[in-house]
């Protein structure tokens, strides 16, 4: 008891230390490269040593993740902001603990819509694309109410101006965007890495057209969020969670030669090899922050412009959705 206690005393103390016992989390993420600072922190052993032991699941997108939040079946959920006001408008308790990466999302044109965006406006692209084939372009994003649709509408009607007749969204999952983009089912997508990579290495011939900011300002990206019950029972591996992906930041950006290993476990799956994680690393739709803070007015926006959608019927509060404690003791540390 007197060693347990004072384990404990050292964790309230110093929040980057161990927490007392061996805590399970069960994590849900989507498989892009935003998810880096988590792997590498899981990888190098940083989240063992502080006694958090995880339970991987993957998802297609952050609305599909909501449900195992809501049913109780994930404590850690690792994807995109734009899902969880709305969870937490419908009496889910989930916390924004720490931001992961930030303009992730980027539009790419495929082989037969990309040579239209030579010495053209976006808008001007998509309209001599449209009269030329007889139909509009067929762009690939995730589900309504997702960070990849929201960036995507706001790029083509307000950023781009393009006429909606010349463009139709076409909603689809990230492994699906991916293969569709490649096969030539659709004309243009929403991508983030290491799909960018793949898909422009298979294929050179597809283009990245608008990086993240262009689509969207400051474009909130993918964040770190935990239960309300999580960080209530255990807040010290709340605590130890974020000093890991902190230092595990540190690591992708000092010693990648480090990182890659880990993310081309979590993310390859035999499939994408080392130097196109590398790619993926040194992206310009790579750019990892942890800092939660720096993503609460830019997700703000982009919840204002998710009711002007249709998306969302009114804007949600924010109120309890972000808990910055936790990243203000850990960088301090």
């Known amino acids: 008891m007197l060693v347990r206690s004072l384990a404990l005393i050292a964790a309230l103390a110093f929040p980057g230390a161990a927490v007392a016992e061996t805590v399970t989390a069960r994590v849900g993420v989507i498989p892009i490269i935003g998810i880096a600072p988590y792997v590498v922190a899981e990888g190098e052993g940083l989240l063992k040593a502080s006694g958090i032991e995880t339970k991987l699941t993957t998802f297609e997108s952050g609305p599909h993740m909501i449900q195992a939040v809501a049913s109780g079946t994930i404590d850690v959920y690792i994807g995109g902001i734009a899902p969880l006001a709305v969870a937490r408008s419908k009496g889910v308790d989930i916390r924004v603990i720490a931001a992961t990466a930030t303009g992730e999302n980027v539009f790419v044109a495929g082989s037969r819509l990309a040579p239209y965006f030579t010495g053209k406006t976006p808008a001007d692209a998509f309209k001599a694309f449209h009269a030329a084939t007889g139909k509009a372009a067929r762009l690939a994003t995730q589900p309504a109410g997702s960070v990849p649709n929201t960036t995507l509408q706001y790029w083509l009607w307000e950023v781009a101006k393009a006429d909606r007749a010349d463009a139709e969204v ?57 239960t309300g019950a999580f960080a209530d029972k255990y807040p010290q591996a709340t605590q130890a969670l974020v000093a890991g992906l902190i230092k595990a930041t540190g690591i992708i950006a000092k010693t990648p030669d480090k990182a890659v290993p880990h993310i081309e476990a979590a993310l390859g799956k035999g499939i994408v090899d080392t130097d196109t994680i590398k790619a993926a690393l040194a992206s310009p739709a790579t750019h990892f922050e942890i800092d939660p803070r720096k993503v609460i007015e830019p ?35």
């Open 299 to 333: 997700a703000r926006a982009m919840q204002a412009y998710q009711v002007r959608l249709g998306s969302l019927d009114t804007e949600l509060p924010f109120d309890g959705l972000f808990v910055t404690k936790y990243y203000e003791r850990a960088a301090a540390n």
């Open 170 to 226: 076409v909603p689809m999952g990230i492994d699906a965007t991916q293969q569709a983009v490649l096969a030539g089912a659709v004309d243009g997508a929403i991508v983030r890495e290491p799909a960018v990579s793949i898909i422009t290495g298979r294929n050179p011939a597809v283009k990245l057209i608008a990086t993240g900011n262009e689509l969207f300002p400051n474009q909130p990206g993918t964040v770190v969020a935990v």
